[in-house]
């Protein structure tokens, strides 16, 4: 069993960054990939990032590439998504996962509450 409480979530201006976080609890967080979602309002939960158990491979969704890195410190049951260049589009809930490597929710078995990211123009 894996518990995941996200943190870093805010108002921001377009352009601007924010650094999520995500911090597990228990003793097998290196065992699971971990990922990125995020839902706007009124819409269906969409993947951001994922990245492998020892953080060597990662995967973007198209529209983050070049502003967006997803990290991990096994160490510290930590994961991280550093945002920059924020744009109004980004707004919505973050939440993390752990589960496979894969851009399927299908495929996450543990989620965190999410942390809101608002954007503003």
């Known amino acids: 069993q894996v518990q995941l409480v996200e943190s870093g979530g805010g108002l921001v201006q377009a352009g601007g960054s924010l650094r999520l976080s995500c911090v597990a609890s228990g003793r097998t967080f290196s065992t699971y990939a971990m990922g990125w979602f995020r839902q706007a309002p009124g819409k269906e939960r969409e993947f951001v990032a994922t990245?492998?158990?020892?953080?060597?491979?990662?995967f973007y969704t198209d529209s983050v590439k070049g502003r967006f890195t997803i990290s991990r410190d096994n160490a510290k049951n930590t994961l991280l998504l550093q945002m920059n260049n924020l744009k109004p589009e980004d707004t919505g809930v973050y939440y993390c996962?752990?589960?496979?490597?894969?851009?399927?929710?299908?495929?996450?078995?543990?989620w965190g509450q999410g942390t809101q990211v608002t954007v503003s123009s």
């Open positions: 990245i492998t158990t020892n953080g060597g491979n990662t």
């Open positions: 996962a752990a589960g496979r490597f894969a851009t399927d929710a299908s495929a996450y078995s543990y």
